[in-house]
């Protein structure tokens, strides 16, 4: 790895960043909220502030590194594209519909890594973030390719597993989608209770409302993104609360 | 406080003994199961274990640390006896049945403190389990008591905050006891999909998984005791996953 580049610097993006400095390499960010870049430059989560055609022509490996639907649409607008980077990956947590938004796009392969935090932009970012991870990817179909991202994977301290996109999206709904729908809705409601909550709350409230303040509008585009699956699994949890309340007797 | 008793030597009342003997108190220890017992004395959590009879004759302090159903037995037993204790007090997670229970039972203030942990037994127990926590009481009325109970609490490392009994239970349903059921119900279904499902686990699902390795049995009894308050705030956050499935489109 050369040049990396990340477009959209926020929390994932810019953390991508501080950990491939950290390491020595040169990297070129882009953001289309200007704010977030200069951020980010100014964190040192990247070297240089640059326009995406630039990004594009110069790195060796680029990081679409933006919320979900954003990420389809800058795989839409790259199909066709003669590819000058070595690997091209995005970072969204659903899979299916980037995999089928990539057709066309040269040298790219889907991924998703396990790990996050409540906070947003390139101020929560940090180069740690992988570490000891679990980072997803479906394979590309050439070899060559996906040893190349399992190689950027393990720079950034994490581990590489193979997915199957649907098989990740059914189950990151019931592992992280879902809980997180359920911890923002037990949250509203710990909050409704009064303004002495907070004495009440041991550790387990404390994760519902840490969960509760990742970034809203994120997790309803993921939430959207992977609708049919949340629907689902949302559904058969609620129905077995319902059940176990009814067997509690009275 | 010279002698501390402890009804009860599981996590919670070997953690108060450890706790009270690190400050210097002798403490004594029953519990109904003699396993538990020897292995809170060669844990260092009592530094004798008793009869029933001797600890209530010879300790100015002492706790009822069993699950809920056990200690509304163990007071409804001491109605009417003349207290050789300054203060007598329970630490269960539900506080209207016992206050009930402990009608004409002498000195005794019920409480609850806001810590635990997944573990079960005197060999999950920790020094420092309410260290910083918050410890909710429900008053006596008689304040010379309620002073004694919080000198207690304080040595425990804890912080102590009145409450309404009733409140109370309405209150831990709300970040407790309903967020334990749904935690138990989510991480069934999370091994249900699959052996590779740790694979995909972040932070969020570790610590569903985390609460839903808490002692079954003892949460059964908690739920029962505080059903009226779990079925309806259980059944409110089912219907609200609902609504929010439903919202989500197609």
């Not at 919320?67 to 070595?86: H, I, K, M, V």
Request: aromatic letters at 4%; a neutral charge; proline letters at 4%.
């Amino acid at each position: 790895m050369r040049v990396l580049g990340i477009v959209g610097t926020g929390l994932i993006g810019a953390s991508i960043g501080l950990r491939a400095r950290h390491d020595g390499t040169r990297v070129l960010g882009f953001d289309a909220d200007e704010n977030a870049a200069a951020a980010a430059l100014a964190l040192g989560a990247i070297d240089e502030t640059v326009e995406r055609e630039r990004l594009y022509r110069e790195c060796d490996v680029v990081v679409i590194a933006t919320p979900p639907r954003a990420t389809c649409e800058e795989l839409t607008a790259l199909r066709g594209r003669a590819p000058a980077w070595d690997v091209l990956l995005d970072v969204a947590s659903v899979k299916r519909v980037v995999v089928e938004s990539a057709t066309g796009v040269g040298n790219f392969v889907a991924s998703h890594p396990l790990a996050g935090s409540e906070g947003s932009g390139p101020q929560a970012a940090r180069a740690d973030l992988f570490a000891g991870r679990r980072w997803a990817y479906v394979p590309s179909g050439d070899e060559k390719l996906d040893a190349r991202l399992r190689a950027f994977i393990s720079r950034m301290g994490a581990d590489a597993f193979p997915c199957d996109g649907a098989r990740h999206d059914r189950i990151v709904a019931v592992t992280s989608h879902v809980p997180q729908l359920a911890a923002r809705l037990a949250a509203r409601r710990i909050r409704e209770i009064g303004d002495d909550y907070e004495q009440y709350c041991g550790p387990a409230a404390r994760e519902l409302l840490r969960l509760s303040r990742s970034p809203q509008a994120l997790w309803d585009e993921i939430l959207a993104e992977n609708v049919l699956e949340v629907k689902a699994e949302g559904t058969a949890l609620a129905q077995s609360i319902l059940a176990a309340c009814r067997r509690l007797g009275n």
